[in-house]
């Protein structure tokens, strides 16, 4: 299930879609509709509006050429609104960065990742996942890549 999936499943009320590709977004937005869930495309990426704004491409990720770019300029973001950057590598992306500077709260992607593996290893294992381990552990080889 994708990140937008997981929103609608929240029951968060709407989901504004802005995609590179206007096809992919509106194939998502298809099934995103199909699926029960009140979506719609912006043909930009404002961020005026909206309490979360989550960028679920690889823009700013280590390798990419983007590792300078954010998919989002802040500054007519609410205030009070969350960023979330799916990516993980860097911890901390020009997106994650960018919205900090403009006063948001953000979320990394690593946390998702930790917690997509902890939820594999006990569903595998029956064995409750060490989470500060593997945030230790995911740190440290993040850390050592870097170098």
């Known amino acids: 299930m994708g990140f937008p999936f997981a929103l609608g499943e929240a029951l968060c009320r709407s989901i504004t879609l802005w995609n590179r590709s206007p096809d ?20 930009s990426p404002d961020p005026w509006g909206f ?12 390798g990419t050429g983007t590792e300078t770019a954010s998919a989002c300029d802040f500054a007519r973001a609410r205030p009070e609104a969350l960023a ?3 990516v993980y590598k860097p911890e901390a992306t020009a997106f994650l960065n960018a919205a900090r500077n403009a006063g ?23 064995v409750r996942a060490p989470v500060d381990v593997m945030f230790e552990a995911a740190r440290q080889r993040l850390r050592e890549q870097s170098r």
């Open 51 to 62: 309490d979360c704004i989550v960028n679920c491409t690889s823009v700013g990720m280590e």
């Open 24 to 43: 992919r977004a509106y194939r998502l937005l298809a099934e995103l509709t199909a699926a029960g869930v009140h979506a719609e495309w912006q043909g």
């Open 104 to 126: 948001l709260r953000t979320l990394g992607g690593l946390p998702m990742l930790i917690y997509q593996g902890a939820l594999a290893f006990e569903l595998w294992t029956g």
């Open 84 to 86: 979330v950057d799916i």
